[in-house]
């Protein structure tokens, strides 16, 4: 049997997962190094038999699964890591301008999940290739909002932890130690989220696309994007717009249909449940069902199945019914829509 561990069980590296996020250097360590962990159910005779404190803990550690976001390899996933490896390996030996990726589309459409998912496997598979050692394949930073290229400079500081920057040193020197710790550190792939927070509309935007343009310069490495509707948020605006344009391919995420993958994905997440009352194939069944519910945005399907779950263990129904999905609020776009067409 495979049980997550109890509150008490667990050590400070665990509980360390919750507050530090993959834009630092040690907490994108850890979202590499950890893989999804296991969790088999009691049998029921041992679960009937459980003390108040033991079920505590058990469903506690249950709670903390189902908490936990499951990634699926959705079309989307798999395109980005293919069009991002083939972009890594074609930018290997240019010395010239490196052709990047921008992935654009909705919210809760799987965006920032397929690209760390990018991320993930490339320094993975950099591991298995060369080991550890000191070396940094990949950075993973967001556009810093109403961003200027100091701010910028500083979150690829903050997730370098270069201890010698201060508040005293300005954009050049900043700019300067990010780029000499890059390229000793072979960092050959750069993560760059919330990108539609740079509009190049504006002169901050301008001032920090030359900005961005001058890393994509100077450092050997491939540069990937992610953001909300981005061909639309002024990214490609004017000369300097353009010059993005003409060097990043585009891939856009969206709502699943409903169809064969859609039914798919939720059969995938109702096999990772772990609820003791719960009928094999209940969602499938409610593909339909939840398709209205999320209009076809996995980021809000995972909401609502995890939630439903975590609300199964909670009121003790220990299974997932179309009332109890009824009972719970997801996004509120995704709520207007589904009051709409009802």
Request: proline share 5%; with cysteine.
């Amino acid at each position: 049997m495979v049980v997550s561990p109890s509150r008490d069980d667990r050590s400070p590296a665990d509980e360390d997962e919750r507050v530090e996020p993959p834009t630092t250097l040690t907490g994108w360590r850890r979202f590499v190094e950890k893989d999804p962990r296991p969790f088999d159910l009691l049998p029921r005779a041992r679960w009937k038999s459980m003390n108040d404190e033991e079920r505590t803990d058990y469903d506690e550690a249950r709670i903390d699964y189902h908490s936990e976001l499951q990634v699926v390899r959705t079309s989307t996933v798999k395109e980005v890591a293919h069009q991002g490896r083939l972009l890594t390996l074609l930018n290997r030996r240019e010395h010239g301008a490196r052709r990047g990726l921008i992935i654009s589309g909705d919210r809760t459409t799987g965006k920032t999940t397929a690209l760390r998912q990018l991320g993930r496997l490339h320094e993975l598979r950099v591991r298995q290739r060369s080991g550890e050692g000191q070396r940094i394949p990949v950075v993973y930073v967001t556009a810093p909002p109403k961003g200027s290229p100091r701010k910028l400079a500083l979150e690829f500081a903050r997730f370098l932890n270069i201890p010698t920057i201060t508040p005293r040193h300005n954009t050049a020197d900043i700019t300067h130690s990010v780029c000499q710790v890059l390229t000793e550190a072979r960092t050959d792939l750069v993560l760059v989220d919330e990108i539609h927070l740079m509009n190049l509309g504006t002169i901050a935007g301008e001032e920090l696309s030359d900005h961005l343009k001058y890393f994509t310069e100077h450092l050997p490495a491939t540069f990937i994007y992610a953001g909300i509707d981005v061909e639309h948020s002024g990214l490609f605006t004017g000369i300097r717009g353009g010059q993005i344009a003409g060097r990043c391919t585009l891939l856009h995420t969206g709502p699943f249909p409903l169809g064969r993958e859609w039914e798919g994905l939720v059969a995938t997440m109702e096999g990772t449940l772990r609820l003791h009352r719960h009928a094999p194939n209940t969602l499938t069944k409610l593909h339909k069902y939840l398709y209205q519910r999320t209009g076809g945005m996995i980021g809000s399907l995972s909401h609502l199945v995890r939630a439903a779950a975590i609300s199964a263990i909670l009121d003790g129904s220990e299974s997932i019914t179309r009332r109890q999905l009824h009972a719970i609020h997801v996004d509120h776009a995704s709520e207007s829509a589904y009051r709409t067409s009802a």
